[in-house]
């Protein structure tokens, strides 16, 4: 299957701080990329949608000059938490689509553990 | 619109013995539907997906899972715990007709103990 690979797999940063989490399609090319947010021991939520080279859509709550989307390559998309407060700490999960029937496929990165201290 | 219903947010079960996960989907569409397990701190697997192909579906691990049309259901089995199934499990329900890069909608999760 294919492959998605997310880095870092776990950070920790200090309030105020800004961090970068990176999701790479490793052998596909991705023309739509999802965010997800998880909170302890609840499900996963979609925070935002980005396709190649366009500007990524948010979902309604989530700030979009805080968690700041880039996909500007088919294999490679970055999300970027802003001055990040500890009340940002979660489990980030990136998934990859490919379009058209393929998109059932769901091809989830392996999650960033994020601590905000 | 699209909903998925995970009937119960934890099951214990003992080893050995079966696993039932409850899933009921709210769909417009004929639906495509996934079952994944993510352990501790971990990413998400895969176990099975259904697409309009055979309404019971095998996956990974010795689960499987049975599409009912007429129940909206799509329930995740498995015959016998092992002490390593133990994690959360996320029954998510997405639309193959609409074709592109269309998200997925995701149960609550049910909690799966395993004791020995």
């Known amino acids: 299957g294919a492959v998605v690979s997310q880095h870092p797999s776990w950070v920790i940063c200090k309030s105020g701080t800004s961090v970068k989490i990176e999701c790479r399609s490793l052998?596909?090319?991705?023309?739509?990329m999802f965010w997800y947010r998880q909170f302890p021991k609840q499900s996963l939520m979609l925070m935002a949608t980005s396709n190649e080279g366009s500007k990524a859509t948010y979902e309604q709550g989530v700030e979009k000059d805080k968690f700041l989307i880039n996909h500007a390559s088919l294999t490679l998309s970055t999300l970027t938490v802003t001055s990040a407060h500890p009340e940002d700490s979660s489990f980030y999960i990136c998934?990859?689509?490919?379009?058209?029937?393929?998109?059932?496929?769901?091809?989830f990165g392996q999650g960033t553990r994020l601590t905000v201290v | 619109a699209q909903s998925v219903t995970q009937l119960d947010s934890h099951v214990s079960v003992s080893e050995g013995t079966p696993v039932l996960l409850r899933c009921n989907y709210s769909s417009s569409y004929s639906p495509s539907l996934f079952w994944y397990v993510q352990h501790p701190n971990k990413g998400l697997q895969l176990l099975l997906k259904?697409?309009?192909?055979?309404?019971l579906v095998k996956g990974i691990n010795g689960f499987e899972a049975e599409f009912k049309k007429s129940e909206t259901s799509f329930h995740l089995t498995k015959p016998s715990a092992h002490m390593s199934d133990a994690a959360e499990y996320f029954c998510?329900?997405?639309?193959?007709?609409?074709?592109?890069?269309?998200?997925?909608?995701f149960g609550k999760g049910t909690r799966l103990s395993v004791i020995a």
């Open positions: 998510v329900v997405s639309l193959p007709l609409l074709g592109g890069n269309t998200p997925l909608v």
């Open positions: 052998d596909f090319q991705a023309t739509t």
């Open positions: 998934r990859a689509g490919t379009g058209g029937r393929l998109n059932t496929e769901a091809f």
């Open positions: 259904y697409t309009s192909a055979a309404t």
